[in-house]
């Protein structure tokens, strides 16, 4: 009669396998509770609100208002809409400079942005206002 086969023993002590390695903890758990890192504030609701603000609705907001002032009746220079218009560009550039300085803002290639970068924005934002500003009051001035 055959011998029936046994089993080797199983050991108490086990090898991992070589391609298993503890995984490092997450980034987010290392963090206290209120307290964002900083890759993670540049991602925060607050970091994307306000870089859609200076790319995009503030843009937009500022389109708007000089076309209220090309559409109003009077020829004045400084009214309501006027302010607004200027306390809109300013705060686009505080914006800006938030999203640099605090929000790690990025370029478009992805790149950090700088404090060279917030100039660069500053003498684009600035002389495409005055333009745009004085058009605005052209038409409404011809408009009559």
């Known amino acids: ?10 050991t108490t002590s086990r090898t991992p396998p070589p391609y298993s390695a503890p995984r490092p903890e997450a980034p987010h758990a290392q963090v206290p509770a209120g307290k964002l890192p900083s890759d993670a504030a ?17 843009n937009v907001l500022l389109m708007a208002l000089a076309v209220a002032i090309a559409e109003r009746r009077s020829a004045g220079f400084l009214t309501i809409v006027d302010a607004a218009f200027w306390t809109l ?7 800006r400079y ?47």
């Open 42 to 58: 540049a991602q925060s609701g607050f970091g994307i609100l306000l870089r859609l603000t200076w790319l995009m609705f503030g």
């Open 98 to 144: 938030v999203d640099i300085t605090r929000m790690k803002g990025q370029t478009a290639s992805g790149e950090p942005a700088t404090v060279g970068h917030w100039r660069r924005y500053l003498l684009t934002l600035l002389p495409l206002s005055i333009v745009v500003w004085i058009a605005a009051h052209a038409v409404a001035y011809f408009r009559g």
């Open 1 to 10: 009669m055959p011998k029936p086969q046994t089993r080797p023993k199983a």
């Open 89 to 95: 560009v300013g705060g686009l550039a505080l914006a």
